[in-house]
């Protein structure tokens, strides 16, 4: 075969080749044509309403997505596209699980002083407050419980009989008005901790530690405009919550630096970071107290001795006494003050103790605030006294974070509008609405501690 029919060939199977192709494309085409006008017409039809139900063809059977696997897929592409949210959200729940599960874990953890390789009970604690307070009462409770020596500092021998009969605690009667009689006081008490002890008849000998001082705060304060304070009251008041405390603290420094132990302060905090109009006696004692202990925390820290102070929120005492909260409020009512007094006063004094006392945060009569459980102030307490690094400042209790915030960051005329006071003197009405509003805003602070 020549080369011009060779060529013709290839002529012709690349035109049959060409031919195929079109056909099968035309073919293609017009398959997908019918099909369409089918499905047209078979729409048409099963929607037509003059064709009886019985003769309408059924309608073409529709792609059916999984809900779930549609929002799967949203959620795919979100996190493709906003990767830097995406870890940072995770990096926050994985921070917050982690934190809450610390505070569970060291929540629910077994607390128990250290004991003698005999099993006696080696750990002493002082703790120096009103006997008759439902603080001092749980925790004299639960630090022997947890395996403490538990003594408690009494003023008069009628104390010291009543502790005996209500406490498995020992008093340590300490007259601080009488220098020479506390000081035999306080040597007697080292004494004690220096001397050999026997668990029982046979035992190797074993001597004591001294854990801390624990100063647990009298709650009970006046409260009023200040000219209706007398002056007596603040003098007193500054010796029994101020002064007995420095001079106790005194007291105790020597040992204390001896036996490398820790101080603990114990004050409420709700009122002190606020600092609301007719409670000057509180604000002015607790502002005391907190200077204190910031200074005598430096000295301390010098010769490596920690100090920590405690700032309280409310608590629920049921389980000690009646339910109480830690800002208890007593003492003059407005019936009690001279009549121009009461006229400049009384209003705004009434209306903000029934908005603070349904929050709970200065009276315990009718206040319907429930507070932290005070197994949260025992094991704060416990800690402090034990952990090797203690922190300098802690804050327990419900409120204690939230008011503290509040009282720095808020300007304290909104405060005082949302405990109620109304500039103005004795013109300026409250009435219900705005009560209901600061109640309201109250509550949405709590929430937050």
Sequence with gaps: MTSDDQHFLHVLAGVSSDVRKFS???????DKHFESVATSIRETLANS?????????????RAVVSASSSYLERAQDWISRNRAITAAIIAFIGTGTFVMYQQKKSYTRKRRARRASNGARTEVVVIAGPPASPITKSLCADLERRGFIVY??????????????????RPLLLDIANPLDAQYTIERFTNTLLSPHHAFPGASAHRMNFAGLVHVPDLIYTSGPVETIAPEYWSDALNAKVLNTIATTQAFLPVVCQFKSRVVLLTPSIVSSLKPPFHSVQSTIVGALEGFASSLSGELETIGIDMCH?????????????KQTLQSARGGQPHAWPAATRMLYAENYVTQSRIAASRGLFADNGSVAKGSSLRELHN?????????????????????VAYDIVGKWMPSGLVRR??????????????AEPQLKDSVAWEKVEATG
């Design 380 to 400: 704060a307490v416990f800690d402090c006294l034990t952990r090797k690094r203690a922190q300098h400042v802690w804050r327990v209790g419900r409120g204690s």
């Design 310 to 322: 405690i700032k309280l929120g409310t608590f629920d005492c049921s389980g000690v006494g009646t």
């Design 49 to 61: 309403t003059w064709l009886p139900r019985s003769a309408r063809p059924s309608p073409p059977p």
């Design 418 to 431: 949302m405990l109620g006071i109304r500039p103005g003197g004795p013109a300026g009405a409250v009435d």
């Design 152 to 169: 408690v500092v009494v003023s008069s021998p009628e104390e010291e009989q009543q502790l005996q009969g209500e406490f498995a605690v």
């Design 24 to 30: 099968a494309d035309l073919a293609d085409a017009t």
